[in-house]
């Protein structure tokens, strides 16, 4: 009946195509996705190929299973809501190295490539990435009547074009496509942006370019009335909006925090490496920011929650003030463990270790580093290596090429950190299998996840390690927070949903009518 439905009905292709990386691709593909479900049209979200560490496990597309995605495409599929699944980002660049990346399509990992292989002209890796990245665009193409597809970087890299499968291709591979230009006028000289990208494009490309969005604009965005008439006259093209400038974590302008997560960076508001503690009575947790640092958006509802302080922390410094630190996951794992103990980390760690009443957390990665040993013979995290872990949990780790992906629901087995029987869920990503050396205590109670290992020391430090991606979800902070330090505030946050919503409300004021109307006019 589906099938039915959509014969001699044209899918309608949004492009959101960039002037530059990080000019908010990702935040305006959700926000238009959003406004577009709001308008009643079954909507989904779609990047041929992302390059992050960030991953969300998801419904395989076209076999059983679960695969992994780029997390910005799950954001935008809840933004729009639909089920987040493979053929939403088809090809998936995990960098595990500053000159390769594990290769990841329809959600499976191929191996590690190098990239002069990915990115040199005529490169056998090409030509099967594109294939698999249009073969999900009709697919997707067939089940809904509109698409949102972000692009990657700059749509004018002229010396990548006839390996460009990103941006003009899907363009021009999707049944009808409209390209709307976003720019970002936070860094300058936007007006350069507009008219170079349009002036380095071949007229085929050029010609599928119906609107422009200027981005990040701080104050009275009245201030560029004139510089908006210069655009339009000066291209042909309508700038659909000027987005004001907002804070992810409070794009209400109410003060009141959102969970929109970022796609590769910190947010723009999180404390890094903070040479000042914020007054106020707060739970105080530390993340350890790994230079390969892998699903930093786990943390987000920490970063989310007026009732915590959370500080990302590269430099090596005294960690005592802080009730919880982190160390996070990792693309590879040996790499970082080394750099922990080079850079005068693993020593600071350990004294937090020998305070009492401290809990220290290791998330995926930084559950294996907590680890007595990591064996990695095949190099499949970076290159072949063992190492001696930290030494807090007695477990071992040998990395698999095997990797464990999962999603995962249960109940907190243990009553350290947050309240037994809490209700957990997320997912499992990894490639390494940790054996547990000693019996001890579980951390997460699962029909599929692994157990996790919790351990209780004779100073009433806790040390923890879990495979869970999702285990800092809202309801667990909140549970966390009640638990841990219950003399801290409890406040009411909005939903996911309120959150995309605001996301929508913000760009649909910046589009004004005008801008509305045109939007709506390129997928009728």
């Known amino acids: 009946l589906q099938f039915l439905y959509f014969i001699g009905k044209m899918t309608k292709t949004i492009c959101v195509f960039g002037s530059a990386s990080d000019v908010g691709k990702s935040v305006t593909a959700a926000a238009?996705?959003?406004?577009?479900?709001r308008e009643g049209l079954k909507v989904c979200p779609f990047k041929a190929q992302n390059m992050s560490n960030n991953a969300g496990v998801v419904r395989r597309s076209v076999e059983s299973g679960v695969g992994e995605i780029g997390r910005a495409q799950v954001v935008q599929a809840e933004a729009c809501s639909v089920e987040p699944?493979?053929?939403?980002?088809?090809?998936?660049l995990k960098p595990s190295s500053d000159r390769s990346s594990q290769v990841v399509v329809h959600g499976k990992v191929l191996g590690d490539v190098e990239a002069k292989l990915l990115w040199q002209k005529g490169g056998s890796t090409q030509s099967?990435?594109?294939?698999a990245a249009r073969q999900s665009l009709k697919r997707l193409e067939a089940r809904f009547e509109v698409i949102v597809a972000e692009g990657a970087g700059s749509c004018g890299e002229v010396n990548l074009r006839d390996r460009d499968y990103v941006n003009f291709d899907v363009a021009h591979t999707a049944e009808t496509a409209a390209v709307l230009l976003v720019c970002d006028i936070e860094k300058g000289g936007v007006f350069a942006q507009v008219v170079g990208t349009l002036a380095v494009l071949p007229p085929k490309d050029r010609q599928l370019i119906k609107g422009?969005?200027?981005n990040k604009f701080r104050g009275d965005a009245s201030l560029f009335d004139d510089g908006r008439v210069w655009l339009e006259t000066e291209t042909g093209l309508p700038v659909l909006a000027v987005v004001p400038y907002f804070d992810p974590l409070d794009v209400k302008g109410d003060g009141t925090r959102c969970i929109i997560d970022a796609e590769d960076g910190l947010h723009a508001t999180a404390r890094v490496d903070p040479t000042q503690v914020t007054a106020g009575n707060v739970m105080r947790?530390?993340?350890?920011?790994?230079?390969?640092?892998a699903n930093h958006t786990d943390f987000a509802p920490l970063h989310s929650h007026p009732g915590i302080e959370l500080d990302w922390l590269r430099l090596p410094r005294d960690l005592g003030r802080y009730h919880m630190v982190i160390v996070p996951g990792s693309k590879s794992v040996i790499s970082d463990l080394t750099w922990l103990r080079e850079v005068g980390w693993a020593e600071q760690i350990k004294n937090y270790h020998q305070t009492p009443n401290t809990v220290l957390v290791g998330v995926c990665g930084g559950y294996q580093m907590l680890g007595a040993r990591l064996k990695d013979a095949s190099g499949i995290d970076g290159c072949a290596a063992e190492a001696e872990g930290l030494g807090y949990l007695p477990v071992v780790t040998e990395m698999s090429p095997d990797k464990t992906l999962l999603q995962a629901e249960g109940t907190w087995a243990c009553d350290s950190v947050m309240p037994m029987g809490t209700k957990v869920k997320?997912?499992?990503?990894?490639?390494?299998?940790?054996?547990?050396?000693e019996s001890g205590g579980h951390v997460v109670d699962s029909d599929t996840g692994s157990p996790g290992y919790v351990k209780l020391n004779e100073n009433k430090s806790i040390v923890l390690g879990t495979y869970l991606h999702g285990v800092f979800d809202s309801t667990c902070t909140d549970a966390m927070l009640a638990h841990m330090v219950p003399d801290v505030p409890r406040t009411v946050r909005p939903s996911t949903t309120d959150s995309y919503d605001a996301l929508a409300d913000h760009y649909d004021k910046a589009l004004g009518e005008g801008g509305r109307k045109v939007l709506l006019s390129l997928v009728s």
């Open 128 to 131: 099967p990435l594109r294939e």
């Open 426 to 437: 997320g997912y499992e990503i990894h490639c390494g299998q940790t054996k547990v050396l």
């Open 285 to 293: 947790i530390a993340v350890i920011l790994l230079p390969r640092i």
């Open 32 to 37: 238009i996705g959003r406004i577009l479900h």
């Open 85 to 92: 699944e493979t053929d939403m980002n088809p090809v998936l």
């Open 212 to 214: 422009i969005i200027i």
